[in-house]
Nanobody
């Protein structure tokens, strides 16, 4: 069984930085990773894509975070990162890690979610 565990959230002042991590436990059962990404959900709003990265290294960012956030992955550690710089109060929300995985003994691709980590940016 694979679990995604996020860490690195917290409270920061506007203009500050945070680095989120998402580690995949049970990674020995992972045969392949198609896409990994970060989503966020602000209070009263729908969950939205922040950034994603494919197995080939192609990245995609929400317009609101381009130039400020950087997504990366350490394949050896099966860990996804999100470096967040120049944070704004509107970046506040719960950040979720997401991955499309193919596991040993499981047919097809499955989507997994982490439990979320809170990011709060004060003005």
């Amino acid at each position: 069984q694979v679990q995604l565990v996020e860490s690195g959230g917290g409270l920061v002042q506007a203009g500050g930085s945070l680095r989120l991590s998402c580690a995949a436990s049970g990674s020995g059962s992972i045969l392949s990773i198609r896409t990994m990404g970060w989503y966020r959900q602000a209070p009263g709003k729908q969950r939205e894509l922040v950034a994603s990265i494919t197995s080939g290294g192609s990245t995609n960012y929400a317009d609101s975070v381009k130039g400020r956030f950087t997504i990366s992955v350490d394949n050896a550690k099966n860990t996804l990162y999100l470096q967040m710089n120049s944070l704004k109060p509107e970046d506040t929300g719960v950040y979720y890690c997401n991955a499309d995985l193919k596991l040993r003994g499981v047919v097809g691709w499955r989507t997994y979610w982490g439990q979320g980590t809170q990011v709060a940016v004060s003005s």
